[in-house]
């Protein structure tokens, strides 16, 4: 990084410091190792080696094209020049360049640890190998690079914010509305439709059985009504801006600015959390890169099965998991111990084929002993033994440890039967399944009884 | 209700068991009972009675005047008369009444079941008490009334979503975006952060320390910059129609109209309840709804010392407690009877207050049995016995049932110790907890040892 503001170093750590204590967040996979962040005393230092440079200077043409030839000056010339201007459009940037094809924009959206859109948008100058590249960049690190396919001033979305910005600017300065009543506007009403479904997907599902045609034939009166006749630029005068910070004072001046950042990104994480789960939009993008990240790491590569527990779950204490008393809630332990045994049975075979096929395991019992504290952001690692299996059950028992200090924290002892799904009755497992089971179950035979299994609550 | 067109009862019909689906998720209490809906053959009929008569018929003034006036001669004098015009302002829909300080806007969004947003306007000739009537009726059915100040066409949230729609117009028209590209640069950034912070809040963040008053200053330029110069209204030809619905149909057509609406619910629902998590913005107000619901609800009342089971908790399975065998996941019968201990502690005086004071119950061990399946949307009760009790120890029994049924589905057993929080250590309870925990148990006394306590996984 190279920025000659004073204060730069500590408020790039800030941001990183937010970036570490949301981002895990969003993943179910072990992330990568953190890079280290190098404060260059020169731009030229900064870009030399770079494969991926990014200016973010201030939005004035002069100083971008200054500072794009700088860069040219210094960097490879494979590397690729994104831009995160808001506004100007890649050839623009690319005036007086030495290698114009090398520039892009790639514009990304604060907070960019959460939100993962980027707008690229290449010139005709770039080649196509170039765009391609970056967007293999982009989503390698679990970014949702959307690849403009004509040069237009301010991109995409800017163009759509800017529109709400001046409606906005308007509605102040006629006191038809405070800063406060329209942000409630949108987060209690087409806000809360936007993060997982956009206008026009909405739409469809406004116009109901008569079809998008019909819809929009209907809605496009509209649009001449009289509505649309306040479309000039409202003029910002120091007036109108002091009224709209202090509306915004009234708003949120409760909130310190790390409050206030800490709040959006635990709901950014949850929001794209829910949709994670019900694999769609953003969240079927984070899934994708949950199996990218899994790919890359050593450390989730199937266990061997050895005279060893089996490593059947590794991650970290979520926000969401936190309880009123700051500590992980105990549905939580039972939700890691879970997983944990979802992983373990699909290393014996029953995996969603076997699950859809018809038959799986239910839990029909559970024994949960807290040990040890543990905290949010920590790492969570549960070892699992088996301890007893037949035809239709296995007995299972979790060691959940504090991956940091190696503490065990908990341990779930669960009793499973092998159920026919439709008929709602036990059966035995398949002859593959068994023979994976009795395979564990030999090489954990001559481990202890681990402390605590077959107890009633109470007993020591 | 009243609507003369021929399929209008299949078609509420449809939307009311979305409603049924998808609200009573978002409570965590009961919900009042279902009432009535009685199509009427007549407006008279519909109208003559009602306290709130809600307008929606097709935005044209001469139809909205002509059945203002219908209702008007039916009605009573007090009802408050509210329309979900999108457009027209309430000294419009006035013109020409009977009594037209009766008239306001009251503009819902859809899914109107969800989505709590009601834009409330009134004009001059409408009371403050009336307003202020509507805003509690609206409140009351856990809707968010924003009452708007002054009169304007299209009033606050459309201007806005007007303006997204010129724009995404244009962007279509001109080939810059598909419907797909446009929903992704929207669900993939901005309508993340709108969700739960609208436009101004979330760009006081990225004012950051300079502040709001420097961060509209600095963007007040870019309004004049070329990218506002489109802002005419396309032509909404045929090809250009076209052409919309043909995008949609690629981005949306592998749904059908009833599974995007029920993906896009358990997305509402699922984004509401991670504010309603947090205590922020819709979330809060879901919480405030429930302490509503609480206090109107009979069954919710403190439940009296005797030789039974304490009832504490009173639910229904929700859709995300569901997993990929479509039964509740275990986890999340852990959640279940962790609320039903949360709300023992709260009985017996371990509050709030008490636990901000600084001491709590932590559970050191649970014992789960899945005695019976439960499926979604089905009742749950948790009735909870106290087995045994000292000055630093509970041990709590919950039996969980299926309340539509009486079937027993599974059982906890959970270990409680009391616990000074700061230090990390036991302690006795406090004199009052303890005197209401004696006399639990002297109540609980003679009520025989829960079949299942005391074992061990397996033992019967």
């Known amino acids: ?61 002069d100083l971008k094209h200054k500072v794009m030839a700088s860069i040219q000056a210094a960097c490879r010339t494979d590397a690729i020049i994104g831009s995160s201007t808001s506004g100007f459009k890649p050839s623009e940037l690319q005036e007086g360049a030495a290698n114009p094809g090398q520039i892009m924009v790639a514009h990304p959206f604060n907070p960019v640890y959460l939100v993962p859109l980027v707008e690229v948008v290449p010139s005709q100058q770039c080649s196509p190998e170039q765009v391609a590249t970056a967007k293999d960049i982009l989503d390698g690190i679990g970014m949702k690079p959307l690849v403009v396919r004509k040069e237009i001033d301010a991109h995409i979305a800017d163009r759509l914010l800017e529109a709400v910005w001046r409606e906005g ?43 998008m045609a019909h819809f929009i034939g209907q809605f496009g009166p509209a649009l001449a009504w009289p509505w649309t006749k306040l479309m000039d630029v409202p003029e910002l005068t120091d007036e109108l801006i002091q009224k709209i910070a202090d509306q915004s004072d009234a708003q949120s001046g409760m909130y310190d600015l790390r409050q206030l950042e800490q709040i959006r990104d635990d709901n950014l994480v949850g929001i794209m959390r829910v949709q994670k789960n019900a694999d769609w939009g953003v969240g079927a993008m984070l899934r994708e890169h949950d199996q ?13 099965i050895s005279a060893e527990p089996l490593q059947m779950f590794s991650g970290k204490v979520l926000p969401a998991w936190i309880d009123y008393n700051g500590h992980m809630n105990e549905a939580n332990y039972l939700r890691v111990f879970s997983d944990a045994t979802d992983n373990f049975m699909a290393f014996v075979g029953v995996d969603d084929d076997y699950i ?13 002993r807290h040990l040890d504290d543990i905290k949010l952001g920590q790492g969570i690692e549960v070892r699992t033994q088996l301890i007893a299996q037949s035809a239709k059950k296995m007995h299972l028992f979790h060691f959940m440890y504090n991956r940091e200090t190696g503490d065990l924290i908990a341990t779930g002892e669960h009793m499973l039967l092998h159920v026919d799904i439709n008929a709602g009755k036990t059966c035995p497992a398949t002859d593959t399944v068994q023979a994976k089971l009795t395979a564990v179950f030999n090489s954990h035979a001559d481990l202890p009884v681990p402390e605590g299994a077959g107890n009633a609550i109470g007993q020591k």
């Open 292 to 304: 990218r990240l899994k790919a890359m790491s050593p450390e989730q590569a199937q266990p061997e």
């Open 356 to 368: 859809q096929a018809g038959q799986s395991y239910y839990t029909v019992e559970t024994h949960i």
């Open 169 to 211: 600017l308007w509605l102040i300065n006629d006191d038809v509305a405070t800063t406060e009543e329209i942000d409630d506007a949108i987060r209690f009403g087409f806000g809360l439709r936007w993060a997982q479904m956009g206008l026009f997907e909405t739409y469809r599902i406004a116009g109901g059985e008569a079809g």
């Open 1 to 61: 990084m190279f920025d000659p503001a004073p204060d730069a170093e500590r408020k790039v750590n800030e941001v990183i410091s937010n970036a570490r204590r949301a981002l895990p967040a969003l993943a179910d996979v072990a992330m990568p190792e953190e890079g280290t962040l190098t404060l260059c005393s020169t731009l030229e230092e900064a870009v030399s080696e770079a494969q991926w440079i990014q200016e973010s200077v201030p939005e004035r043409l």
